[in-house]
T-cell receptor
Framework: GESVGLHLPTLSVQEGDNSIINCAYS??????FIWYKQESGKGPQFIID?????DKRQGQRVTVLLNKTVKHLSLQIAATQPGDSAVYFC???????????FGPGTSLSVIP | GAGVSQSPRYKVAKRGQDVALRCDPI?????LFWYQQALGQGPEFLTY????????KSGLPSDRFFAERPEGSVSTLKIQRTQQEDSAVYLC??????????????FGPGTRLTVL
């Protein structure tokens, strides 16, 4: 069946260091993979996405890597800041406009 | 420049009561999604509207859950005869429905429902 899961439930990082959050997925039919950030009391906020025909995409301080061979997705955050503390979800969509299937989330804690 | 808004933000219901949760999507957004998020979990899809048409309701957990979007803008999620297992955050998301590009979903803050 379809599933998106994470390797690590919690991650603590020193301020200024780089963070890497990993995710495994099982549905090869998905065409889009997305990372969301969710702060306490708020809804998920879109960070970055990548289409299945790409292996890397960069945004502002963030990079998403997709390895379709091993069905692995990662989010890299450069120079992690206290404001980056949140729960991060990897997610997938079969098409660009389909429902989003979320993984269980990783809690990122930035140590000042 | 308002985003997706939801009301109420918090709702406490006694078991067996009916509740109605409202979502105001971003103006002009065609697609509207409802998700349920249990504590410590990722959101799970409930239902999807394109304008006023409910195109997918495969995620609704039981026939006690009902959603509508009669005029293609505001949507209401109704839960009848609430049970304790209905306690969760209910998230609404809207998107422009640009089929030619990634159709980013914008989420509201959610309604936290607690059933006693």
């Amino acid at each position: 069946g379809e599933s998106v899961g994470l390797h690590l439930p919690t991650l603590s990082v020193q301020e200024g260091d780089n963070s890497i959050i990993n995710c495994a997925y099982s549905n090869s039919a998905s065409d889009y993979f997305i990372w969301y950030k969710q702060e306490s009391g708020k809804g998920p906020q879109f960070i970055i996405d990548i289409r299945s025909n790409m292996d890397k995409r960069q945004g502002q301080r963030v990079t998403v890597l997709l390895n379709k061979t091993v069905k692995h997705l990662s989010l890299q955050i450069a120079a992690t800041q206290p404001g980056d503390s949140a729960v991060y979800f990897c997610a997938e969509r079969k098409t660009s406009y389909d429902k989003v299937i979320f993984g269980p989330g990783t809690s990122l804690s930035v140590i000042p | 420049g308002a985003g997706v808004s939801q009301s109420p933000r918090y709702k406490v219901a006694k078991r067996g009561q009916d509740v109605a949760l409202r979502c105001d999507p971003i103006s002009g957004h065609v697609s509207l999604f409802w998700y349920q998020q249990a504590l410590g979990q990722g959101p799970e899809f409930l239902t999807y509207f394109q304008n006023e048409a409910q195109l997918d309701k495969s995620g609704l957990p039981s026939d006690r859950f009902f959603a509508e979007r009669p005029e293609g803008s505001v949507s209401t999620l109704k839960i009848q005869r609430t049970q304790q297992e209905d306690s969760a955050v209910y998230l609404c998301a809207s998107s422009p429905n640009r089929i030619s590009a990634t159709d980013t979903q914008y989420f509201g803050p959610g309604t936290r429902l607690t059933v006693l």
